[in-house]
C-alpha cells in the first residue's frame, strides 16, 4: 500500500482543552487494561483517557463531567470503551455503569465491542459472573462475579429512571433530549463518585454539548474537555485543514476518501459538520422563513378555493394535533389554513369524516409520523387519503417554504400557525433534502406541518368539489 499524495504533515491539536487539576490520574490503568483486552489506544485516545480520569487528592475524579467532540469515524469510542473497562474492572466505587446512546443499535455495537473483548481476555472472563454477558435485545450487559454492572441501553425519558448508577457514558451527545438528561442525572446524586461521559460530534441541535463546550472554554471547574475541529477562516479545500481536524487524518481515515467523494458529494454545511467539526449556527437561530416575512403574507378575507386538500398532524407525544388545508387560489397564489388545532387525538377521526362529508377532497397522511396511526380508523370510516413518501416530505417542505420566501404564498393570519413557524426549525436529511424537524423543538409544529402536508397534496391532487367556505 502505497501513501496517498493528498496526506498532509499536520498533526491535529485539540482546539479547545480543559483538565481540571489532580495529582494522579487512573488512565494509565485503564489504557494498560484495554491493551491486555486487545484495545491499543492511538496517542489522542490515550490522551483523553487520563484527562477524564485525572484524580483528587482524595481519590475521587477530579471531573464530575468529561466531553469529547470530535467529527465522525475518528475513534472517539475505543476511548469510551477503555474507559468503561476500567470502570467495570478496576474502579472499586463503580456498581453501575450505563452507557447509553441516541439510537439503540450504537449502544449495541458498544456491547458487541466490549463483550469480544472480554470474552477472548481469559483474565478478565473469569472475574464474569456465570451467565453473567446477557446478549437479549433490550438486555444487553455484562455483570461481574462482585455485582459490578455494565449495562448498555437507547436513551429515552425512561432510560435512567429507577437506576443509582456511578458512571454514565452519553454516546451520540450530540443528540441529547433535556427530557433524556431529566431521567438520567440524577441516578447518578447519591453516589460516592459519579462520573458522567458525553461524547459526540458537532451539530445545529447539539444545544447541551456546546453548553458544556462553552462551559470549558470559560474553564469551568469539576470538567474536562477535549474537542477537536478546523479554524473556521481555514481554507476547505487545503488537506492540511481536514488533518487538523482530525487526529485520525491518513490513519483510520482514507485521505483519498475524503478528497473524492466526501468533499465533492457532501454539501459545504455537511463537511464543515461531519469532517471540519466547525459548529453551525444553532438551530434555533436559524430561521427557515422570516417571521415578518411570513406575517406580510396574510390575508384575513382572501376568497376561499374551489377544491379543499386536507391533511392531520400529531405531534410526537401525541398531546396535541391539527388539521389544514391547502389549495391554489383565485389568483394562482398557494392557499393554506389550519382548520382545527385541539389537544389530544381522540377528535381527529369524526372530524375528518365530516369534513370530506360536507367539504370533499382527500386527507394527506405521512405514514411515518404520529399520524400514521390513523390509517386503520381511516380505512374502516372509507377516509379518502393518500399517503405520503419520504421524497414527498422533502418536497413538501421545498414548496411550502419557496412559495412563502417568492410571495406566492397565502394564509389566514391565524396565530396557531405563526406561533408554530415562529418556533419551527428546519431538520437536514441524509442524502439531501429538508423537513420540519421534530426533535429538540419546544412549541408544538402540528400547524405548521399539517398546512404543508395539504398543500403539497393540492399540488398533486386532480380538481373536484365545489367552491365552500370551510376555514375555521
Given at each position: 500500500m502505497t501513501t496517498s499524495p493528498l496526506a498532509a504533515p499536520t498533526v491535529a491539536l485539540p482546539r479547545l482543552r480543559l483538565v481540571p487539576d489532580g495529582p494522579t490520574s487512573a488512565g494509565s490503568e485503564a489504557i494498560d487494561l484495554a491493551a491486555s483486552a486487545g484495545l491499543h489506544l492511538d496517542p489522542w485516545q490515550a490522551q483523553v483517557v487520563e484527562d477524564f480520569l485525572t484524580e483528587r487528592p482524595d481519590g475521587k475524579w477530579s471531573a464530575l463531567r468529561c466531553g469529547l467532540i470530535v467529527p465522525r469515524q475518528n475513534g472517539k469510542s475505543r476511548a469510551l470503551e477503555a474507559i468503561a473497562l476500567h470502570a467495570l474492572f478496576l474502579d472499586p466505587d463503580a456498581r453501575l455503569i450505563l452507557w447509553s446512546a441516541h439510537q439503540f443499535k450504537t449502544a449495541r455495537e458498544a456491547f458487541s465491542n466490549l463483550r469480544a473483548m472480554v470474552q477472548n481476555t481469559p483474565h478478565l472472563m473469569e472475574r464474569v459472573k456465570p451467565n453473567g454477558i446477557r446478549a437479549s435485545h433490550g438486555e444487553e450487559g455484562i455483570e461481574l462475579r462482585d455485582g459490578s454492572r455494565l449495562n448498555f441501553v437507547a436513551r429515552s425519558r425512561t432510560s435512567g429512571r429507577g437506576f443509582s448508577g456511578d458512571k454514565l457514558i452519553l454516546d451520540?451527545?450530540?443528540?441529547?433530549?433535556?427530557?433524556?438528561?431529566?431521567?438520567?442525572?440524577?441516578?447518578?446524586?447519591?453516589?460516592?463518585?459519579?462520573?458522567?461521559?458525553?461524547?459526540?460530534?458537532?451539530?445545529?441541535?447539539?444545544?447541551?454539548?456546546?453548553?458544556?463546550?462553552?462551559?470549558?472554554?470559560?474553564?469551568?471547574?469539576?470538567?474536562?474537555?477535549?474537542?477537536?475541529?478546523?479554524?473556521?477562516?481555514?481554507?476547505?479545500?487545503?488537506?492540511?485543514?481536514?488533518?487538523?481536524?482530525?487526529?485520525?487524518?491518513?490513519?483510520?481515515?482514507?485521505?483519498?476518501?475524503?478528497?473524492?467523494?466526501?468533499?465533492?458529494?457532501?454539501?459545504?454545511?455537511?463537511?464543515?459538520?461531519?469532517?471540519?467539526?466547525?459548529?453551525?449556527?444553532?438551530?434555533?437561530?436559524?430561521?427557515?422563513?422570516?417571521?415578518?416575512?411570513?406575517?406580510?403574507?396574510?390575508?384575513?378575507?382572501?376568497?376561499?378555493?374551489?377544491?379543499?386538500?386536507?391533511?392531520?398532524?400529531?405531534?410526537?407525544?401525541?398531546?396535541?394535533?391539527?388539521?389544514?388545508?391547502?389549495?391554489?387560489?383565485?389568483?394562482?397564489?398557494?392557499?393554506?389554513?389550519?382548520?382545527?388545532?385541539?389537544?389530544?387525538?381522540?377528535?381527529?377521526?369524526?372530524?375528518?369524516?365530516?369534513?370530506?362529508?360536507?367539504?370533499?377532497?382527500?386527507?394527506?397522511?405521512?405514514?411515518?409520523?404520529?399520524?400514521?396511526?390513523?390509517?386503520?380508523?381511516?380505512?374502516?370510516?372509507?377516509?379518502?387519503?393518500?399517503?405520503?413518501?419520504?421524497?414527498?416530505?422533502?418536497?413538501?417542505?421545498?414548496?411550502?417554504?419557496?412559495?412563502?420566501?417568492?410571495?406566492?404564498?397565502?394564509?389566514?393570519?391565524?396565530?396557531?400557525?405563526?406561533?408554530?413557524l415562529a418556533g419551527a426549525k428546519k431538520r437536514d436529511l441524509t442524502g439531501g433534502g429538508s423537513s420540519w424537524a421534530r426533535q429538540h423543538v419546544a412549541i408544538d409544529i402540528t400547524p405548521l406541518v399539517a398546512v404543508t402536508n395539504a398543500l403539497w397534496g393540492a399540488g398533486t391532487a386532480e380538481p373536484s368539489g365545489d367552491p365552500d367556505i370551510y376555514f375555521l
Open positions: 451520540e451527545a450530540q443528540e441529547i433530549d433535556p427530557e433524556d438528561l431529566a431521567s438520567s442525572l440524577p441516578m447518578l446524586s447519591a453516589r460516592p463518585n459519579p462520573q458522567i461521559i458525553l461524547a459526540g460530534t458537532v451539530s445545529p441541535t447539539a444545544d447541551y454539548l456546546r453548553q458544556v463546550r462553552e462551559q470549558a472554554a470559560e474553564g469551568a471547574k469539576n470538567l474536562a474537555l477535549t474537542e477537536y475541529g478546523a479554524d473556521p477562516e481555514a481554507d476547505r479545500d487545503d488537506p492540511a485543514t481536514w488533518a487538523s481536524a482530525n487526529p485520525s487524518f491518513g490513519h483510520r481515515l482514507d485521505v483519498e476518501f475524503i478528497a473524492t467523494v466526501e468533499k465533492p458529494d457532501l454539501t459545504a454545511e455537511a463537511f464543515d459538520q461531519e469532517r471540519l467539526g466547525i459548529w453551525p449556527a444553532r438551530a434555533s437561530e436559524v430561521t427557515v422563513i422570516p417571521l415578518d416575512t411570513f406575517t406580510e403574507l396574510a390575508d384575513p378575507d382572501y376568497p376561499p378555493p374551489t377544491s379543499p386538500t386536507f391533511s392531520v398532524d400529531i405531534s410526537p407525544d401525541r398531546a396535541r394535533a391539527a388539521i389544514g388545508v391547502g389549495s391554489r387560489g383565485a389568483d394562482g397564489r398557494a392557499l393554506v389554513a389550519v382548520v382545527d388545532h385541539k389537544a389530544g387525538t381522540g377528535w381527529i377521526v369524526d372530524r375528518a369524516a365530516d369534513l370530506i362529508a360536507e367539504r370533499g377532497g382527500e386527507f394527506i397522511i405521512d405514514p411515518t409520523s404520529a399520524a400514521g396511526s390513523l390509517i386503520p380508523a381511516f380505512d374502516e370510516r372509507e377516509i379518502p387519503y393518500r399517503v405520503m413518501k419520504t421524497r414527498d416530505v422533502i418536497q413538501a417542505f421545498g414548496i411550502f417554504v419557496d412559495a412563502a420566501m417568492n410571495g406566492d404564498l397565502v394564509h389566514l393570519g391565524q396565530t396557531s400557525l405563526i406561533e408554530a
